[in-house]
C-alpha cells in the first residue's frame, strides 16, 4: 500500500512539533549564561557546550545598545548559533525597573518581594512557551540579574510547558557569592602577568576542584545560618 504525502506529513507532524517543543526548552537555559553580561553578547549552556546568540527585535534594545547598533551587537555573536526572539505586545514591566540593575536583591525587603512576586505572575501568565520566552529575554535584557534570575527560575519550575527545563547551580550564576572576592583577583593578576598560555592555565587556578567545592558549602551554611 502507497501512501500519499499528504499522509505522510501528517503522521510525521507530531514528531516535529516535538522536536520543536525540546529545541525551545533548551534554549531557555541560555538566559542564565554571564547574567551580568549584555544579553547579545555569545552564549553558552550548562548542559550543551555549543555556543549561541541571540537575535533581538529593536524594541527590546536598550538605549545604550541602539545608540551601538544592530551592525555593533551582531559582530558579538558572528561564529554562533542564532536564535530569534520573536516581538509581542509586551505587558506593563516598568515596575520591576524600581530595582536598580547593579543594585542588590534581597527576598528580605518586602519591596524587593512585591517586585519579585509580580515579575512571577507575569512570566506564568505568558500564554504559550514562545511568549514566556520572549518576555523572560526583554526582562533579561533590562532588569537586576539578581531579580531576573530568582522570577525566572521559579516560573520555569511552575509552568507546565517549562517543568523540564534545566536550572543551573547558583554558585555558577553568581561565583562571587560563594568563592572569597580574592580568588577573582589573584586570577586577573596572573592572567595579566602569564607569558606562556599553558602557564597562564596552569598556574592561575590555584583552587582544586575539592577547595572550590569545600568553599562554596562553607558559604552555603554562612547563608543558612543568617536565615
Known amino acids: 500500500m502507497l501512501w500519499g504525502v499528504p499522509v505522510l506529513l501528517l503522521l510525521l ?50 538605549d545604550r545598545q541602539k545608540e551601538l547598533g544592530t551592525e555593533v551587537i551582531s559582530r558579538f555573536g558572528e561564529k554562533a548559533e542564532r536564535i530569534p526572539v520573536q516581538r509581542i505586545n509586551l505587558p506593563d514591566l516598568r515596575f520591576a525597573a524600581r530595582i ?36 523572560a529575554s526583554f526582562a533579561r535584557n533590562h532588569f537586576n ?4 534570575n530568582y522570577a525566572y527560575s521559579v516560573a520555569l519550575l511552575h509552568r507546565d510547558d517549562t517543568k523540564e527545563a534545566h536550572l543551573p547551580p547558583l554558585s555558577e550564576l553568581f561565583p562571587d557569592k560563594y568563592v572569597d572576592g580574592s580568588v577573582f583577583t589573584e586570577a586577573r593578576e596572573e ?34 545560618d543568617t536565615m
Open 13 to 62: 507532524q507530531p514528531e516535529v512539533s516535538a522536536q520543536r517543543q525540546r529545541a525551545s526548552i533548551d534554549n531557555l537555559q541560555y538566559l542564565f549564561d554571564r547574567p551580568a553580561e549584555p544579553i547579545f553578547t555569545v552564549k553558552e549552556g550548562d548542559k550543551s557546550r555549543k555556543q549561541v546568540a541571540l537575535d533581538l527585535p529593536d524594541e527590546y534594545l536598550t
Open 145 to 148: 540579574p539578581y531579580l531576573f
Open 191 to 224: 592572567a595579566n602577568t602569564a607569558i606562556d598560555p599553558q602557564q597562564r592555565a596552569l598556574e592561575s587556578t590555584k583552587f582544586s576542584r575539592q577547595e572550590l567545592y569545600t568553599n562554596v558549602e562553607i558559604r552555603k551554611k554562612e547563608l543558612h
Open 100 to 135: 536598580g540593575k547593579r543594585a542588590p536583591f534581597s527576598l528580605f525587603l518586602p519591596e524587593h518581594r512585591q517586585i519579585a512576586g509580580k515579575l512571577i505572575q507575569v512570566f506564568l501568565g505568558m500564554r504559550n512557551l514562545e511568549d514566556f520566552w520572549s518576555c
